[in-house]
């Protein structure tokens, strides 16, 4: 277990110096020493997610709806992250994973460390610990060549996991997958998945597939038709339909058992729930930023039996499924791996909303 002994003292690393002040690569960013049951990982490959690109702008609602302020700076992203163990910082003799090797692959997720004591950390919800620190807010992410990793709540990978389709499961891909879960569908239900041709929504119809359910995806433009249509799922083009809902309710039979959303428009939320037959569950992934509210009816939720509900990301345990699923090839993510140094670029085609699944960045030259 020995470290590797050629590492450098800076990298190139994505920084955010001010929010909404824009993002910039530079080559001389410390590399992190890691401390006490800590390992240092090489960043591989990093998918990049909506939420980098609103933390990076100050626009990244909290649990109150406000902007989220409370961000280290300078701000260093990334959180769909695969590296490699390439050194250990000194551990205690009740260090967790005695076997680890140089070389292990490791995930950089949204969560970084938990308590592993409070009610939601001893009951598979550690993401809500309150206690918890993420790569978002709190400490510098994949967008650098080297991180440091918590050893007491490491991401292991399968060494056969693939590490430019792999980080996208484990933001995206976690999240469209604990949301499946939520909707408990089974063969032959129904679900809508409305901005199907994003990130999230790319997964989502894949791993409602996996669940034997039958997939529409909500979306526009031919691009996004042809991709959606060869993951399996019918489409319907929201600008072309003269009325989405009832085109749902008729392709349905009288609407959808589930409906997971990714886009933030308060109009794709109410419209959503408009789509659901009697006891559907509505879904809501992918934060939108600012104040947007669910203006359904109460009346409707109740007269119909609805469900109404959220997840922030996932468990270890969800992540480590969401991860097999793609892992033993049931669900591809698709993806186009682009220089680390497009990142700017590649926030600007993520606002735009014309990104189809995921741009994964290679960050260490193999
Ligand atoms: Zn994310
Ligand atoms: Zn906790």
């Known amino acids: 277990m020995t470290a590797q002994t050629d590492l450098p003292s800076v990298q190139k690393a994505a920084v955010v110096p001010k929010l909404g002040g824009g993002v910039n690569i530079v080559s001389d960013y410390p590399v992190p020493t890691p401390g006490e049951n800590e390992v240092l990982a090489q960043v591989l490959y990093t998918g990049v997610c909506q939420s980098d690109l609103h933390t990076a702008a100050g626009t990244a609602p909290g649990a109150d709806g406000k902007n989220i302020t409370n961000i280290k700076l300078p701000h260093v992203g990334g959180h769909e992250g695969v590296g490699r163990i390439v050194s250990f910082g000194p551990s205690t003799s009740s260090a967790p994973h005695p076997d680890l090797k140089i070389g292990d692959p490791v995930g950089i997720r949204f969560l970084a460390r938990i308590c592993h004591e409070c009610e939601f950390c001893i009951s598979d919800r550690e993401q809500h610990c309150g206690k918890a620190t993420n790569h978002l807010h709190h400490e510098d992410g994949s967008f650098q060549e080297y991180c440091v990793l918590d050893r007491n709540y490491l991401t292991l990978l399968p060494h056969d996991t693939d590490p430019k389709v792999a980080g996208p499961a484990l933001c995206a891909g976690v999240t469209a997958y604990k949301a499946v879960k939520n909707a408990n569908l089974s063969k032959g239900k129904w679900l809508v998945v409305v901005g199907a041709g994003g990130g999230l929504g790319h997964f989502a119809i894949q791993y409602g597939k996996v669940v034997g359910a ?61 789509m659901l037959r009697i006891g559907g569950t509505l879904c809501c992934i992918g934060i939108p930023p600012g104040d947007v ?35 033993n090839g049931s669900v591809k993510p698709h993806i186009e791996v682009r220089d680390f140094e497009e990142l700017p670029k ?21």
Not at 296 to 322: D, F, Y
């Open 346 to 366: 590649v926030y600007e085609m993520l606002e735009k909303g014309d990104i189809l699944g995921r741009i994964v960045l290679q960050v260490a030259k193999e």
């Open 293 to 327: 509210y669910l203006t359904t009816p109460v009346a409707t939720i109740i007269i119909k039996g609805l469900k109404v509900i959220g997840n922030l990301v996932g468990s270890m345990a969800e992540t480590l499924e969401a991860v097999e699923l793609v892992r």
């Open 214 to 274: 039958n997939v529409i995806g909500v979306d526009t433009g031919k691009v996004k038709e042809e991709f959606i249509t060869s993951l399996g799922a019918r489409f319907v083009d929201f600008a072309k339909s003269s009325n989405v809902v009832e085109e749902i309710r008729s392709i349905t039979d009288g609407g959808a058992d589930a409906a997971i959303v990714t886009s933030g428009s308060p109009r794709a939320f109410s419209g959503a729930v408009d």
